[in-house]
Antibody
């Protein structure tokens, strides 16, 4: 079981970023995917979740309106779109398989740097 | 939202020490509590799920206990590879989850 995330991104304030998380080693539609971010030196912060089977989503209130999570079942890939980027969005973004009650495994993380 | 509070925020210990980290929930979460280990530059790794169940492959010196609002992670005899940051995470309100602020475990 493995989650492989897309590579690092550098974006300007106000731009959008789309991150990918490709799953392998299990039946993709049987598990949800969570997205969690970590600002350098800070805590883990939940962003949102998708049911990979039916596409249902739930988002943190903090990101509501500027985050969208989608999935492509043919490619076993989940994507996270984050818009209206600010410098405070500079962070490592992780995807993780939702085992129903716990997260395992995690992707390797994608560093997003927002800078003018 | 359910808030998770870990203590201490940081801890210094020696190889061979017994260490306990505490996590408190702002409301009862039954046994929906998980523990993760994160080393610098790495993704978090699941150690304990459902409060007390050891994830496959995790050494038996790690153990978890608790239910309701108070939980503990214990490392019975610290090894060099255990120096890391530890996070608790509640899944009672899944898929909306929250993490504790982390406990950094350093070598004394």
């Amino acid at each position: 079981v493995q989650l492989v995330q897309s590579g690092a991104e550098v974006k300007k304030p106000g731009a959008s970023v789309k991150l990918a998380c490709k799953a392998s080693g299990y039946r993709f539609t049987n598990h949800g995917i969570q997205w969690v971010r970590q600002v350098p030196g800070q805590n883990l912060e939940w962003m949102g979740w998708i049911n990979a089977g039916n596409g249902d989503t739930k988002y943190s209130q903090k990101f509501q309106g500027r985050v969208t999570i989608t999935r492509d079942t043919s490619a076993s890939t989940v994507s996270l779109d984050l818009g209206s980027l600010k410098s405070e969005d500079t962070a490592v973004y992780y995807c993780a398989r939702d085992e129903g009650w716990w997260l395992d495994p995690w992707g390797q993380g994608t560093l997003v740097t927002v800078s003018s | 939202d359910i808030q998770m509070t870990q203590s201490p925020s940081s801890l210094s210990a020696s190889v061979g020490d017994r260490v306990t980290i505490t996590c408190r929930a702002s409301q009862s979460i039954s046994s929906h509590l998980n523990w993760y280990q994160q080393k610098p530059g790495q993704a978090p790794k699941l150690l304990i799920y459902a409060a007390s169940h050891l994830q496959s492959g995790v050494p038996s010196r790690f153990s978890g206990s608790g239910s309701g609002t108070d939980f503990t992670l214990t490392i019975s005899s610290l090894q060099l590879g255990d120096f890391a940051t530890y996070y608790c995470q509640q899944s009672y309100s899944a898929p909306q989850i929250t993490f504790g602020q982390g406990t950094r475990l350093d070598i004394k």
